[in-house]
Nanobody
């Protein structure tokens, strides 16, 4: 099986920064796209940022210029640097990866979620 383990969430003041990480392990042949999503209380989960294996990135308009997604293909890890945080960034953040496994094929996998709270 594949496991995605997230870390780095916490409580931060407005204008502060956090760095989230998500590491995949298990019977992995290759990983295609990686991404981060978030879900605020009572709201739908939304896409925050994605990065392809070749390094092409996309961001939600609400985080452009403030967040940066990156990946380490050797460590099977995706990162999200959150700068200039606002209270409206408060949410549970989930990582997602498209992973190929022998005898199973391609599928999407999710991390367990990590809470980011922006408050003074």
């Amino acid at each position: 099986q594949v496991q995605l383990v997230e870390s780095g969430g916490g409580l931060v003041q407005p204008g502060g920064s956090l760095r989230l990480s998500c590491a995949a392990s298990g019977s992995i042949v290759s990983i295609d796209a990686m991404g981060w999503y978030r879900q605020a209380s009572g709201k739908q989960r939304e896409l925050v940022a994605t990065v392809t294996r070749g390094g092409s990135t996309n961001y939600a308009d609400s985080v452009k210029g403030r967040f940066t997604i990156s990946r380490d293909n050797v460590k099977n890890t995706v990162y999200l640097q959150l700068n200039s945080l606002k209270p409206e960034d408060t949410a549970v953040y989930y990582c997602n990866m498209g992973i190929y496994r022998n005898y199973i094929g391609f599928d999407n996998y999710w991390g367990q979620g990590t809470q980011v709270t922006v408050s003074s």
